[in-house]
């Protein structure tokens, strides 16, 4: 019994020692901090410059879809990554900053802009691109008639359908058709 006595209070003062020093750690150096300081240690010497391709990947919240765009780097040029970070919108984070290639990463809480909605436009059932209630366009009116639907359908229609392409919209359209 001492001998496991021994053993238990053992693994709880080592346990406590290792529990401690996680917290010193994580309470004198917060991950953001660590996480630039190390990208800023590591970059320090890289520069923009014209040759150096600056890539902004979007993730939309509401569609779940991930979008990536190349800015042009000439009113970066120049730049160190301190000077860079200074001039980022809220919510951008670094994710590889070298003279060859920035990696910029953001969340948005919306849809991206490839998508459409089924609508009613002039009375008629219509295919918009963009999203109920935002700014959208009208890609096709089609010939069906709001007289002619059920009330349910129409209501749900008013609202607008969300969908992710057009074969979707033919099929929405079919359905409505008969």
Known sequence: M??????????????????????????LFPKSMKFQNLIKDTFE?????????????????????T???????????????????????????????????????REVDS????????????????LFKGVPGGPSILVEKTDISTEVLKEEDKNILEKGIIIKDKEEFLKIKEGLSN
């Open 45 to 65: 010497d890289e520069v923009i410059s014209e040759k150096t391709r600056i890539i902004i990947i979007t993730y939309f919240k509401k569609c779940g879809h």
């Open 111 to 126: 849809y991206c802009d490839n998508h459409y909605y089924v609508g009613i436009k002039d009375g008629f059932v219509s």
């Open 67 to 105: 979008e990536a765009n190349e800015i042009p780097a000439d009113k970066y040029i120049g730049q160190k990554y301190e000077d860079f970070v200074k001039g980022l919108e809220k919510g951008i984070k670094i994710e590889k900053f070298s003279a060859d290639e920035v990696i910029l990463k």
């Open 2 to 27: 001492p001998k496991r006595f021994y053993l238990i209070i053992s693994l709880v003062f080592l346990f406590g020692v290792i529990l401690g020093a996680f917290f010193s750690y994580n309470h």
